[in-house]
């Protein structure tokens, strides 16, 4: 079995870019109900996960600052606490389910370290769930 089995394309996904302002990034975590999201360089390269306690975070030092100040403030100054753990697609099914026990999705890049797509967790129980039931 290859990691392409599990594999959401990055057509599918959201993800934020670094040249994203942070209010953009709150308005697309709200829109999609994520709790944490891709974040890409300009390239397509996978930089890290950006996630909703990160903005937390961010915002409280900043005293909870309006809305529109958010407009100005670009994504790549705020401080990310926990990035997600890629893989690589040649790497070992055993890598991606020691990643995605830890993670609720796994990033997948190319050997160029460009983001293809991600691996839920909820995507490989369910495969394996199916195969449980398969076998009784």
């Known amino acids: ?11 599918d996904v959201a993800t934020v870019k670094e040249t994203d302002t942070l209010r953009q990034v709150l308005e697309k975590m709200e829109n ?8 890409l360089s300009r390239e397509g390269k996978y930089i890290g996960t950006i996630t909703d306690g990160d903005l937390l975070w961010f915002l409280k030092r900043r005293n909870f600052p309006e809305l529109r100040t958010l407009e100005d403030m670009p994504i790549i100054t705020i401080e990310r606490h926990r990035d997600n ?7 070992s099914m055993e890598d991606l389910f020691d990643k995605v026990t830890n993670q609720n999705f796994v990033p997948v890049v190319d050997d160029n370290e460009v ?10 129980l369910v495969y394996l769930q199916k195969k449980i039931g398969e076998k009784q």
């Not at 079995?1 to 057509?11: D, G, R, Y």
């Not at 999609?32 to 974040?39: D, E, M, R, S």
């Not at 753990?85 to 790497?91: H, I, L, T």
């Open 115 to 124: 983001f293809i797509g991600i691996v839920t967790r909820k995507d490989v």
């Open 32 to 39: 999609h109900g994520y709790a944490a999201i891709p974040f």
């Open 85 to 91: 753990q890629a893989v690589k697609v040649g790497e």
């Open 1 to 11: 079995m290859n990691i392409l089995f599990f594999l959401t394309p990055k057509e």
